[in-house]
């Protein structure tokens, strides 16, 4: 497992856990790169986390690189306190790996050009 204060990537059960502090930029950063060797990921947040979710889950589906396969919150009683989270599934496309790619070759120029300056 793999653990950062505001994630947790769990690649046996294709999750990772997103808690509210986390900025979105790295977390689709995160999936991308858990992507490249799944088909699906399972993103998981309770209610403080689930707008990085939302923003990184709708941003790579406009970028192309996955699909929604499904959407589902879940409310359970702890103590007799509500805890909710939401599960997003995030698919990858056929063309991930193109798409994939080439953002790593922009990437890649992007950092030449500034070690040069």
Known sequence: ?????????LPERKEIRINSNENAKRVMYLIKEFLLN???VDLISGTGGA??????????VRLGYVTYDHVKTDTT?????????????????EDFRKLYDENEEIRRRTQEINNMN
């Not at 497992?1 to 990537?9: A, C, G, K, L, T």
């Not at 707008?51 to 790579?60: D, G, H, K, Q, Y």
């Open 1 to 9: 497992m793999s653990q950062n204060q505001n994630i947790n990537i």
């Open 38 to 40: 799944n088909e699906y």
């Open 77 to 93: 009683l702890l103590n007799n306190r509500r805890r909710t989270k939401l599960i997003v599934r995030i698919r990858r496309t």
């Open 51 to 60: 707008p990085v979710i939302v923003r990184t889950s709708e941003s790579l």
